[in-house]
């Protein structure tokens, strides 16, 4: 069954967080970098301009390489060994779901997945595919686009009164915030059990020596006639402050967590990202994004030993994505926020001669759990073997487009770019209604 209602038919490498030296490449740096240590994120460099949502938070599970969807969200029960397929489709807590035998803890959480298994890219290569899957706009020559961090960073900022930042990315340096600029990209755990780098102050500065260089720097600023200079940054260097000041930062401390609750997460850097996604999320972080590639960097990259390399990842991703969802249940945030499981792409229905699967745009699937989304169901399909697409295809452009739907974030939205061409949030998608509540 699908998410349809009666009343409604119809390359690799993500881009580096630029340290603080990055962004301010100019001499206002050199009184910003004295005080605060060489690599704060940029990401505090400005707030929110508003938007209408109403409160919604995103975690989203980036599945680096892309995950073969046979094996994890659309199972099929063809025996064809020019397919390979070792999973078959086992039923869920949901009557009208059915998802992969290796994902057991997930299938117990039916009732909050909604399915989408008629994905279709345009991008073939893993780059390409990633901007794409991250932007809803193919290559934009000079020009980026905002990735979907960087737009709710934007378009909603952080949770009032969070001293936090809007968007914060776990293992990976994250993709780019186009032309919203510095100010939306994200800040980087890199380590789930290390918190931000540089949150205290430097080794051998006081704290009546920090607050004097403050001092200095505000006289600059307020010496700037145009004040247009000292504007730019003087959002960054305030909410950068406020962070280091906050009370929330212990939000960052997985330490924290009874060692019952970490365990329950699997004690593995995928498990801690979502346990700390979790705890960022309660304390007013809007996004976040939790990388997982496993002990290889090619994560589901699996162009050969497919199952040797795909099992182990698959069932990480089964316990941490299960126990994320049971835990924002329990605390009653899973209406307000959405999880997402996602890769740039699917892997090839056929196995290859090397016993792996290559890649494949045609028909791939991704998971969402909560946060207005309806559950229990699934939207698309594919035929009986996986190697056509049957129903509904839904592009990049629309899932983001129903995505920012489900947030509170007009897709249509238009700002102008760096050659002062309108261009909007998401290019040309369509909200898919019916699998919203």
């Not at 909410?239 to 967590?257: D, G, N």
Request: glycine letters at 12%; a negative charge.
């Amino acid at each position: 069954m699908t998410c349809q209602s009666d009343y409604h038919r119809l390359g690799r490498a993500p881009l580096t967080m630029m340290t603080r030296r990055g962004m301010f490449n100019v001499s206002l740096s050199t009184a910003v970098g004295a005080m605060m240590g060489p690599t704060l994120s940029s990401a505090f460099a400005g707030g929110a301009t508003g938007g209408y949502g109403a409160g919604k938070s995103v975690i989203l599970l980036w599945l680096e390489g892309g995950p073969f969807q046979t094996d994890t969200f659309d199972p099929k029960k063809s025996s064809d060994d020019k397919l390979g397929y070792r999973y078959r489709p086992v039923s869920t807590s949901s009557p009208d779901l059915e998802i992969a035998e290796s994902l057991p803890l997930l299938a117990a959480q039916g009732t909050e997945l909604t399915v989408i298994r008629s994905m279709v890219s345009l991008e073939f290569d893993h780059s390409p595919a990633q901007y794409y899957m991250q932007t809803g706009w193919r290559g934009t020559g000079a020009i980026q686009a905002p990735a979907i961090g960087s737009i709710v960073s934007h378009e909603l900022g952080a949770q009032p009164g969070a001293d936090l930042p809007a968007f914060v990315s776990i293992g990976t340096g994250g993709f780019p915030a186009g032309y919203f600029g510095t100010a939306h990209q994200p800040t980087v755990v890199w380590d789930p059990e290390q918190p931000p780098e540089n949150l205290g102050l430097p080794l051998g500065v006081a704290p009546e020596t920090f607050a004097r260089r403050l001092r200095y720097l505000k006289a600059l600023e307020d010496g700037d006639p145009t004040r247009a200079f000292a504007d730019r940054f003087r959002t960054g260097r305030e909410e950068a402050v406020r962070f280091m000041k906050s009370r929330h930062r212990s939000a960052f401390e997985l330490a924290r967590e009874p060692v019952q609750i970490r365990d329950s997460y699997g004690r593995t850097k995928f498990g801690d990202g979502c346990l700390l996604a979790r705890r960022l999320v309660e304390a007013g972080v809007r996004f976040v994004q939790v990388r997982q590639t496993g002990d290889d960097p090619i994560g589901y990259d699996t162009h050969e030993n497919h199952y040797k390399v795909h099992d182990p990842l698959i069932q990480v991703l089964d316990r941490g994505m299960s126990r994320l969802i049971s835990d924002l249940k329990l605390r009653g945030m899973l209406d307000s926020t959405v999880v997402i499981a996602a890769g740039e792409f699917g892997r090839t229905p056929t196995i290859n001669s090397n016993q792996g699967r290559d890649h494949w745009t045609k028909g791939f699937s991704i998971a969402v759990a909560g946060g207005g989304f309806r559950g229990g169901c699934s939207w698309g399909s594919m035929n009986d073997t996986g190697q056509e697409l049957d129903s509904d295809p839904v592009s990049v452009p629309d899932f983001l487009a129903t995505l920012c739907q489900a947030i509170g974030v007009d897709h249509t939205k238009e700002y102008v770019d760096d050659f002062k061409r309108p261009i909007k949030l998401v290019d040309e998608g369509h909200v898919i209604s019916d699998i919203l509540t």
